[in-house]
């Protein structure tokens, strides 16, 4: 198969005006080249902080950048005018050739053999290599690379904001089209909170992906936020953005779905085939009774080779977030 070619998804640089884009590029210019300033002709009427933000989504690979408090200067008078941006870095620039190096070679690992996949696969191919490589920094007093593409992928340890820039930029590498996310999700105990995650452009169409979500820490590998649509994010997670986000009108979530304990049965047996560690099924429109539906699918395959399978299923548990139950085999 011919070598991948690197893409750039620059989503929210086409965004701006071109006012703002100036500057955009002003600054990027200047982070790329480890410069202490930048220069810009105007920031009137400009939401600095916006242009900041597109920058570290469109480009993760400035992890390095540290924006946050990010002051300018205006020197001249008149239409001589001019502002000189100040760029503040995380460290010594002098210690990036080697915080780079240890970022390439996690890179180069999980995009090993990428370029033997066909595009909807080599996006579940690098989700899953992602997710399994980190753990969720999950503790008080986060460093600030958890933030970054740095933490997930020189240290295997991030947060949503580090994880969704991993993604993106492992993605773009592999020649897809990938954008981060920012906005807020309902976490397990029923709690808005900030999140990020990803929309992917895959055979022609674009879907929801969430690999923050779908790590479980060493549990198991979900795909319950894979390829998903609008609709189907959209119980859960709500984007916050002040343009509107590409249309994800279509599905491709790999989760079986079950309306009816029948159809549970049916997507169980037809995974009891796979002999998979974890099976996941989504539930639509079918109320959840807790121990009740384990009871009645049971009941229900009582006899015959979906009995086998009922009784190969040693833990069972549901998410009541994302509607999906996962069965754990023997």
Not at 57 to 83: I, L, M, R
Request: hydrophobic share 40%; charged share 20%.
């Amino acid at each position: 198969m011919a070598a991948i070619k690197p893409v750039q998804s620059l989503y929210y640089r086409r965004r701006l005006n071109p006012a703002e884009a100036a500057v955009y590029d002003a600054l990027l210019g200047g982070v790329l080249s480890g410069q202490s300033f930048a220069q810009a002709e105007s920031l009137r009427g400009l939401d600095l902080n916006r242009i900041i933000l597109a920058i570290q989504h469109d480009h993760p690979e400035t992890f390095y950048w540290n924006p946050s408090g990010a002051q300018y200067n205006v020197y001249g008078a008149g239409a001589q005018v001019t502002y000189r941006i100040d760029l503040n870095y995380y460290y010594p620039l002098k210690e990036l050739p080697a915080r780079q190096k240890r970022v390439a070679r996690s890179v180069e690992n999980l995009l090993r053999g990428a370029e033997n996949y066909a595009p909807f696969d080599r996006m579940v191919h690098l989700h899953d290599a992602l997710a399994l490589s980190i753990s969720y920094g999950g503790e008080e007093n986060k460093p600030f690379h958890y933030y970054t593409l740095e933490g997930p992928l020189a240290e295997g340890v991030g947060v949503c904001g580090g994880i969704a820039r991993a993604y993106k930029y492992l993605m773009n590498l592999a020649g897809m089209s990938c954008m981060v996310v920012h906005g807020k999700a309902t976490n397990p105990t029923g709690k808005p909170e900030l999140h990020a995650w990803n929309i992917v452009h895959v055979d022609g169409h674009c879907h929801h992906v969430d690999v923050t979500w779908d790590d479980n820490n060493d549990s198991y590998l979900s795909h319950a936020y894979l390829a998903l649509s609008d609709e189907e994010i959209g119980s859960n997670h709500w984007p916050v953005h002040d343009y509107p986000l590409p249309p994800c009108s279509t599905s491709r979530c790999p989760l079986p779905v079950a309306r009816d304990i029948p159809q549970l049965a049916e997507a169980l047996m037809a995974q009891f085939k796979l002999k998979q560690a974890v099976t996941e099924v989504r539930l639509k429109d079918m109320p959840w009774e807790g121990a009740v539906v384990w009871q009645k699918l049971r009941n229900h395959c009582w006899i015959g080779r979906k009995g086998r399978a009922c009784n190969a299923v040693k833990a069972w548990g549901y998410n009541p977030v994302n509607h999906v139950i996962a069965f754990h085999w023997k």
